[in-house]
């Protein structure tokens, strides 16, 4: 039985404090690097290819970050072997994350090595940790369902071209079917109701993280300004990307994170609401790719002609942050704030009614739905307040 196997005895327990260390945002900061790798990989490959190779790596990236911050809510960090393991995952993670933009080309196989290497690691090192049989039991058929994925990854890395889009592309979606699946096993499976879980802690672990990616996300529109001439024009353009990412910002921290912590606080399955909370940060960060791509092309090309490229990124990118806030208040609160859906409606209109716009006029409309998200956020909250 895996109960009986030998562990190290660094399992975090239940009168620990479960505080977010620095040690743990060190190793978040690495995703700063990856996701501006992840929408640089985008823009240089704007097509239907392109959106498939990048979706296939952001697969990869998130589930290494995901699940060494899910082993992170099972770990004492103070432990010498804990620090050693996430320093180590930190180093190989920077690595991949460096592969990204030729991953589909010469450093296939280092990003395939790496991935495989951090996710195997990992199940290991909590296996025989000393955490509980339940998440013993869990990270051990994690550790069997990519041990079924590696030959797709790894003859993936072998070949060239489509064999290694498609490859890799049903290894991905194998891995994202067992995580939704919480990684079955043989009639086992994964029970956390009434489990002890440090479900703000992993709320936690997910708002830095999506913090982080923000920042990213600005950092890149202000290397895009950078880089071009300084124009009126541009200068718009980048006021108009600044205040789309500010109205995200504030429409995820101003009310919704303070939802979810209410959530936590009336449920009895904290790590399901730890589940939903890690998917919707993996479809909110393909979101901020997206709009990552969408604010280079409005400050690169401020006056460009209309563009399916351009509305995708555009329109989509948030829409795809607003689903992933609606889905997720949908399966925690039974219902999504009513401005999520209208703006979703919003958002598919917009982007239809782009394709005959100018890139500059486009992406202001885009920030002006996202900007009414906010402010009925914050309509929300004032009423809140004064009913209190």
């Known amino acids: 039985m895996i109960s009986r196997l030998p562990t190290m005895g660094v399992g975090r327990t239940d009168d620990q404090s479960q505080a977010v260390t620095p040690l743990e945002l060190f190793y978040d900061l690495v995703y700063i690097f990856a996701v501006g790798q992840l929408s640089h990989h985008l823009l240089t490959n704007l097509d239907w290819k392109g959106a498939a190779e990048t979706g296939i790596l952001l697969v ?25 393991f996430v320093i180590g995952t930190l180093f190989l993670g920077l690595l991949m994350n460096t592969t990204i933009g030729e991953a589909f080309g010469d450093r296939g196989g280092l990003f395939v090595g790496i991935y495989l ?81 440090a479900g703000e802690y992993l709320l936690e ?31 718009v353009a980048l006021l108009v990307a600044i205040t789309g990412t500010a109205a995200i910002w504030w429409s995820y921290f101003v009310r919704s994170e303070e939802e979810a912590l209410d959530v936590l606080e009336e449920t009895d399955d904290e790590a399901k609401i730890g589940r939903n909370a890690i998917y919707a940060i993996a479809v909110m960060l393909a979101g901020l790719v ?43 609160k039974g219902r999504a704030v009513s401005s999520r859906p209208i703006a979703l409606v919003a958002f598919a209109a917009g982007g239809v009614a782009s394709l005959w716009l ?28 004064a009913a209190r």
Not at 126 to 151: C, E, K, N, S, Y
Not at 174 to 192: C, F, K, N
Not at 317 to 326: C, I, K, R, S, T
């Open 205 to 235: 672990r997910c708002r830095l993280f999506f913090l982080i990616a923000l920042g990213e996300t600005v950092l890149t529109s202000a290397g895009v300004f950078t880089q071009e001439p300084l124009t009126p024009i541009r200068l």
């Open 117 to 197: 290497a951090c996710q195997v690691s990992r199940s290991i090192f909590v296996v025989f940790a000393g955490v509980d049989t339940i998440m013993q039991d869990h990270f051990f058929r994690m550790l069997g369902w990519t041990v079924i994925t590696a030959p797709f990854w790894i003859i993936g890395a072998l070949v060239e071209g489509q064999p290694r889009l498609i490859l890799w592309g049903i290894a991905a979606m194998v891995d994202v079917i067992a995580t939704l699946l919480s990684h079955p096993g043989l009639r086992r499976r994964t029970e956390t109701r009434n489990y002890e879980f």
């Open 358 to 385: 100018p890139t500059l006029l486009a992406a202001s409309l885009a920030t002006a739905i996202m900007i009414g998200v906010a402010a009925h956020d914050s309509v929300i909250e004032a009423r809140e307040k």
């Open 60 to 84: 990869g990236v998130f589930a290494v970050w995901a699940f060494t911050s899910w082993a992170g809510s099972l770990l004492d960090t103070s432990r010498l072997p804990v620090r050693a």
């Open 290 to 332: 997206l709009a990552a791509v969408g604010d280079e092309l409005s400050i690169a090309h401020p006056d460009g002609e209309p563009s399916l490229a351009a509305s995708i990124t555009l329109f989509g990118g948030p829409a795809l942050y607003v689903l992933a806030q609606a889905v997720f208040q949908k399966r925690t």
